[in-house]
C-alpha cells in the first residue's frame, strides 16, 4: 500500500490538546505501512487515496481492543483498569457517531467499520492528583514538569463495507497536560478526555464532504 503524506479526512489524529513525549511510537504488526505526519508528533497514518468516507451512513463501532505489549507503556495498569478504558472508549465512540449516522451490529457492505485499539496507557500519578487541589493546582499549571499526567496510546483503522484491509490506519499518543483545576481529577481522567475528544473529532470530521 502506499502511504500518503496529507491531512485525514476524518482526524483520526487525534486532535487533541497536547502531545506526549513518548519516542518510538510503533504501528500493531498487521497495520499497513503507516507514515509520519509532519504536523501531528508521536502520529503515525495511512490514509487510501480518493476514499469518500462521508458518504457511509451506517456505521459499525467494534469493541476497542487492548493490546498493550512488551513494548507497550503498561505502568502498573491492572487488566481490569485497562478493560475499563477501553469500554469507556467503545461507549464514546458509539454516543458521538450516532448522532448523525445509524449504528449497526456487523460490517457489511455499505457500512463504515471503525476498530480502535489501546495499545500504551499510563495513570495520571498519585503526586500529580494531589497537586491539582486548589492553590497547589494553579502552581503546577505554570509549571507542570516533574509530575505525570497521565496519557494513552491508540491505534485506529477504518474498513470501507466488507474490505479486509483499513481505508484509514493510525497511531498516536496524547497526553493532556492543563488540566482544569476547577475540575474533577482522577487516575484516569487524562486517558479518558483524550479517547472523548478523539471521538468527537472523528464525528465531526465523518461529517464533512
Not at 502506499?2 to 497495520?31: N, V
Not at 498516536?172 to 482544569?180: K, L, N, V
Request: aromatic share 6%; glycine share 8%; hydrophobic share 45%.
Amino acid at each position: 500500500m502506499k502511504t500518503l503524506r496529507l491531512a485525514l479526512p476524518c482526524a483520526l489524529m487525534l486532535g487533541l490538546s497536547a502531545c506526549s513525549t513518548t519516542p518510538a511510537l510503533r504501528a500493531p504488526e498487521d497495520y499497513p505501512r503507516l507514515d509520519v505526519k509532519a504536523d501531528e508528533p508521536n502520529t503515525l497514518v495511512f490514509v487510501k487515496p480518493g476514499i469518500e468516507l462521508s458518504r457511509y451512513t451506517k456505521v459499525f463501532v467494534a469493541p476497542v481492543a487492548v493490546q498493550i505489549g512488551e513494548e507497550g507503556a503498561r505502568h502498573d495498569v491492572g487488566d481490569a483498569e485497562a478493560r475499563a478504558v477501553a469500554a469507556f472508549a467503545e461507549r464514546v465512540l458509539k454516543e458521538k457517531l450516532s448522532r448523525t449516522r445509524q449504528l449497526v451490529t456487523a460490517p457489511a457492505p455499505g457500512v463504515l467499520s471503525v476498530r480502535f485499539r489501546i495499545i500504551g496507557l499510563e495513570p495520571t500519578s498519585g503526586a500529580q492528583m494531589v497537586m491539582m487541589v486548589p492553590p497547589f493546582a494553579l502552581i503546577n499549571m505554570v509549571s507542570p514538569k516533574g509530575l505525570f499526567i497521565g496519557s494513552v496510546t491508540v491505534g485506529g483503522e477504518l474498513y470501507e463495507g466488507l474490505a479486509s484491509t483499513p481505508s484509514v490506519a493510525f497511531v498516536a499518543t496524547r497526553s493532556r497536560p492543563g488540566i482544569d483545576a476547577a475540575s474533577a481529577f482522577g487516575r484516569w481522567s487524562a486517558a479518558e478526555k483524550v479517547l472523548e475528544n478523539a471521538a468527537e473529532r472523528l464525528a465531526t470530521d465523518l461529517d464533512r464532504p
